[in-house]
Structures are given as structure tokens and as C-alpha cells.
């Protein structure tokens, strides 16, 4: 009989760099959260998981790719999440040693084929830069657009055309003014905005604009 696991890509920006949440188990093995599957449909096997190992609930998971982990043996569903972590304290449970961030770009040394999930998320997350509405998760209910367009360079890892990016996120119909404004220095105040429309919408501006996105870059071959 085949075994069954979920694993949890989580990610965040922070400080300026992608940040993946890992699970320290009792001898020093570093992993993304995991765990077995009880009978329950998967999703909630995985939210029950993630809670259990880290403190993180009621965030919105998004199935990402089933791995082979053992032959025909075992097999790990992973789900993909961006979370804006300062909203998520961390709280290890009782099998977790330590409960922790990382950079991508500085990572432990990890259970077998979870770097492997690592990057599937991170392809998977470059994939879907489309303005939103994977941005807006992580700011505050009001933003700037140099503060969206910062969280989406960070995901891509390359600079935006400030000008392109302006007129396509407000053609696009992805954010409405907010009616305020915030002064961060000398010059004029940036004008705020928010998240508008449902998620319906937001995902039909995704497609609307995913090609523009494509002509700044997304490197690599990355799943859709």
C-alpha cells in the first residue's frame, strides 16, 4: 500500500528576500513542515499539519506537485502558501525542536527531496507574478505601488520597469486609490492604494496581463 504525506512550502517576503519556513526536528534535521495523511481530505490534513508543527492557521494553501519519495512506496502531496509572516506567530509543537525562516539562498541542509519542493514553490510563485494577487497578501490593507512592485521584484529576483509596471497594474483594475496619501521624505506624498474586486477578477487581470509580465524576464523554465 502506498504511503501517503503532505508537505508545506510556505514562503514569505522579508527583509528584502524570499524566506521559506522550516521545522528543526529532534536530531538537528531541518525539513518543511510534513506529516502523514490520516483519511481526511488532503487539504486539511495539510492546515492541520501546518498548525500542529508551526502555529500557522488559517491561511489559504494551494496544492502544488506530488513527489516520489520512495518508489512506489510512499508519495508527498506538496501545498504552496505566501503568508505575510509578522501576521503569523511561530509557535513549534510537540515533535518541533524549532520553528524558523530561512533565506533561499542560505538554506540548511534538509530531508531528502524537500529542497526539490523548495523550488518547485519558488517556480511555481514566479509563475503567477501577474500583479496579484499574490502581492498584496503581504502589505498592509493600504500600499504604495512602489511597495507592490517591490514584493514582486523580490519574487522574480529582477527589476521592474517602474513606468510599465504603473500602467499596467492600474489598467489592469488590480488596485483602486485609496483616497490617502503617505509622506516618506522630502517631495510630494506617494498616493496609497488597496486590493480591489473579487477573487474572480483579480484572477481575469491575472491572464489580462500575464504576457507583459513574460516580456520582463521570468527566467527559467517555471510550471504553469
Known amino acids: 500500500m502506498t504511503q501517503v504525506s503532505v508537505e508545506l512550502v510556505v514562503m514569505t517576503v522579508h527583509h528584502g528576500a524570499l524566506e ?17 495523511t490520516s483519511g481526511t481530505p488532503m487539504a486539511i490534513d495539510a ?33 504552496l502558501a505566501l503568508i505575510a ?5 511561530l509557535a513549534p509543537g510537540p515533535e518541533i525542536v524549532e520553528v524558523r525562516w530561512f533565506a533561499l539562498d542560505d538554506l540548511p541542509a534538509l530531508v531528502t527531496g524537500h529542497a526539490d519542493a523548495i523550488a518547485y514553490g519558488h517556480a511555481r510563485l514566479r ?3 501577474a500583479y496579484a494577487p499574490i502581492a498584496v497578501q503581504l502589505l498592509p490593507e493600504t500600499f504604495t505601488l512602489g511597495e507592490l512592485q517591490a514584493v514582486y521584484e523580490v519574487v522574480l529576483g529582477e527589476r521592474l520597469d517602474t513606468r ?7 489598467g489592469a483594475g488590480i488596485v483602486e486609490e485609496a483616497g490617502t496619501a503617505r509622506r516618506a521624505g522630502p517631495g510630494r506624498p506617494a498616493r496609497l ?9 483579480v484572477i481575469a487581470s491575472e491572464r489580462r496581463i500575464a504576457g507583459r509580465i513574460g516580456q520582463n524576464g521570468t527566467r527559467g523554465g517555471v510550471p504553469e
Open 85 to 89: 509572516a509578522d501576521r503569523y506567530p
Open 164 to 170: 510599465n509596471f504603473r500602467r499596467d497594474v492600474l
Open 127 to 129: 509563475a503567477k507574478t
Open 47 to 79: 492546515a492541520r499539519t501546518l498548525s500542529e508543527q508551526t502555529g500557522i492557521a488559517g491561511i489559504r494553501l494551494e496544492q502544488l506537485f506530488t513527489f516520489d519519495r520512495g518508489g512506489d512506496s510512499q508519495v508527498a502531496v506538496s501545498y
Open 20 to 36: 521559506v519556513l522550516l521545522v528543526r526536528r529532534p536530531g538537528n534535521v531541518w525539513s518543511v513542515p510534513a506529516g502523514p
Open 193 to 201: 492604494y488597496r486590493s480591489r474586486g473579487t477573487e474572480f477578477a
